[in-house]
T-cell receptor, first 117, second 109 residues
């Protein structure tokens, strides 16, 4: 168990470009979550998958954002036509069942820091 | 929604005790989590409370009062490595966490 891995760690892109981030959850975790965190704020929920099914999307997830988890393992988050307001840390987390069921919470990756210039 | 409130920053001396408070409002409560986050790193799980009372884990303890919508995290015998942001979050709908802004603790010698 190597934890939740995210790639890349940092991404600088020009406004209007598309970017894609990858998340590899803990292998036996069936749930995968994407959050966004800006400076001085707590993480905000974007979307979550149970296995390969995307079961909930926040209204923060505009049409320019799309997430997939095609085989129920790794996930990708794509942002099209990036805007400066998209600059943030994008965090992935995974869990086996709900975070509280086993009392150990959700395991977060180190995130991808996106800077849109 | 994300109706969760935390104070923003505090400074404390090595070896001291600090208490970080968190108040929340939610229509469906499924548990209260505390996470530690060092700058530029992943939030790491500290504790989980679903019933009223105090949960102790080494130097860290967490308390919950569901009727008051209130929790606190107690950090004892502060160490320099405890300098971090402490996030409280409640679980909504069994499928996501709603976080507060976090409380930055700065430990000084």
């Amino acid at each position: 168990d190597t934890g939740v891995s995210q790639d890349p760690r940092h991404k600088i892109t020009k406004r209007g470009q598309n970017v894609t981030f990858r998340c590899d959850p803990i292998s036996e975790h069936n749930r995968l979550y994407w959050y966004r965190q800006t400076l001085g704020q707590g993480p905000e929920f974007l979307t979550y998958f149970q296995n390969e099914a995307q079961l909930e999307k926040s209204r923060l997830l505009s049409d320019r954002f799309s997430a997939e988890r095609p085989k129920g393992s790794f996930s990708t988050l794509e942002i099209q036509r990036t805007e400066q307001g998209d600059s943030a840390m994008y965090l992935c987390a995974s869990s086996l069942g709900t975070g509280g069921e086993r009392g150990y919470g959700y395991t977060f990756g180190s995130g991808t820091r996106l800077t849109v210039v | 929604g994300q109706n969760i409130d935390q104070p923003t920053e505090m400074t404390a001396t090595e070896g001291a005790i600090v208490q970080i408070n968190c108040t929340y409002q939610t229509s469906g409560f499924n548990g209260l989590f505390w996470y530690q986050q060092h700058a530029g790193e992943a939030p790491t799980f500290l504790s989980y409370n679903v019933l009223d009372g105090l949960e102790e884990k080494g130097r860290f303890s967490s308390f919950l009062s569901r009727s008051k919508g209130y929790s606190y995290l107690l950090l004892k015998e502060l160490q320099m490595k405890d300098s971090a942001s402490y996030l409280c979050a409640h679980e909504e709908g069994n499928n996501r966490l709603a976080f507060g802004k976090g409380n930055q603790v700065v430990v000084i010698p």
